[in-house]
Structures are given as structure tokens and as C-alpha cells.
T-cell receptor, first 115, second 112 residues
């Protein structure tokens, strides 16, 4: 039990729609990262937020966006969904920015299916 | 570019046998190194991590890993596997860029 929760657990959308995924971090964790895990692959870094500001982004297009709120919750928004967006989306929180040797704690993920 | 390679896609062992899962990374300096485990339908659980110091790292559930700088490796080991260890194992590195780079994973199957 990592104390990181995500909602919903499963979601089905159609191509072109928009989706919002939610994450609730552990209290006191100022950093949240989002990862996309396609079937049979390792997670890939989407972006990270630190104290409500974006702090690094992976190789994902701008239609992937995020928000972090003062109450340790965060959102991942994906616009104009494509079939390849079908994946498990994981959020991970940590007490501070990773380069200070903090560990990321992962939530159970949201499985998104785009039809 | 930094990368992580897990050469074994799928490993099958008998319960009670020893286990070694391989991980190699590509990076000019010493990264921070992690092993995570993922059970079906679950998120990632941290098994162990290496930042600096002793190159043999002990983790949870009886796992250990050894960092070998000369081989750019961070292999995961367990002396006696239990049926409950069946899962997907991911090696990951952080090259001080505030993001984790994961390997493609090794699926472990345990036979009774």
C-alpha cells in the first residue's frame, strides 16, 4: 500500500474524445509524475509536476497535459484521443524532486481503452 | 541517449530455485538504479534501490541486487523463489533528470 490512489480504475473512450485521469498523492508529497505503460512495455515518462509547476516532460505531444493542486491531487488530461493512447496510466508521487534521491511511489493505475 | 535493457522477456523457474534477473543500462555516469515489481492489474512496487555506497543492495521480500559499474549492470537476485514471486519485474534508472527510464520488463513464472 503506497498511499497513492487513482481514479477511475478502468475507462473506455472513443477516438477523438477527451479524458481526465485523477491521482491522489500521499500527504506531503510535492512531486507527482505520470507514466504511460502500453501493453507488454515498461512505463514511459509523460511529465512531472513539482509544487503545481511542470518540471520536466517526456516525448509526448501537447495534447497530453496535466495539473497539480495544493491538496496533493493531480490530473492527466488527454485531448483528441488516438487508438495508440490505449494503455495503463500510472501516477507516482515523491516527497521532493527525484534528484534529491527520493523514491517514487506508484498508484495502481488507470487502464484506458480507446476504441 | 540513456536506456535500460532487460534481455530476458520471460523466465520460468521452479519454486525453491534461485533467480537472477538481468538489467543493463546505458549512461556515462552512475545513475540511480531501481527494481520494481508489478503483479497483474497492479501498480509498481519498489523492491530496492541503489544511489551510492555498498554495491550490494538488500530489498524487500528477500531480494537483493548488485551494482557492477564495469558491466553497467544491476542484476536482481533471490536465493529461493516462492510461488507468490510470479509477476513482472522492471529495472529502472534515474540519470538525475527527475524521470525514471524503465526497461521492457521480465515476466517471471514460477512452477510448483
Amino acid at each position: 500500500e503506497t498511499g497513492v490512489t487513482q481514479s477511475p480504475t478502468h475507462l473506455i473512450k472513443t477516438r477523438g474524445q477527451q479524458v481526465t485521469l485523477r491521482c491522489s498523492s500521499q500527504s506531503g508529497h510535492n512531486t507527482v509524475s505520470w507514466y504511460q505503460q502500453a501493453l507488454g512495455q515498461g512505463p514511459q515518462f509523460i511529465f512531472q509536476y513539482y509544487r503545481e509547476e511542470e518540471n520536466g516532460r517526456g516525448n509526448f505531444p501537447p495534447r497530453f497535459s496535466g495539473l497539480q493542486f495544493p491538496n496533493y491531487s493531480s490530473e492527466l488530461n488527454v485531448n483528441a484521443l488516438e487508438l495508440d493512447d490505449s494503455a495503463l496510466y500510472l501516477c507516482a508521487s515523491s516527497p521532493a524532486v527525484l534528484s534529491t534521491q527520493e523514491t517514487q511511489y506508484f498508484g495502481p493505475g488507470t487502464r484506458l481503452l480507446v476504441l | 541517449a540513456q536506456s535500460v535493457t532487460q534481455p530476458d522477456i520471460h523466465i520460468t523457474v521452479s519454486e525453491g530455485a534461485s533467480l537472477e534477473l538481468r538489467c543493463n543500462y546505458s549512461y556515462g555516469a552512475t545513475p540511480y538504479l531501481f527494481w520494481y515489481v508489478q503483479s497483474p492489474g497492479q501498480g509498481l512496487q519498489l523492491l530496492l534501490k541503489y544511489f551510492s555506497g555498498d554495491t550490494l543492495v538488500q530489498g524487500i521480500k528477500g531480494f537483493e541486487a548488485e551494482f557492477k559499474r564495469s558491466q553497467s549492470s544491476f542484476n536482481l537476485r533471490k536465493p529461493s523463489v516462492h510461488w507468490s514471486d510470479a509477476a513482472e519485474y522492471f529495472c529502472a534508472v534515474d540519470t538525475n533528470t527527475d524521470k525514471l527510464i524503465f526497461g521492457t520488463g521480465t515476466r517471471l513464472q514460477v512452477f510448483p
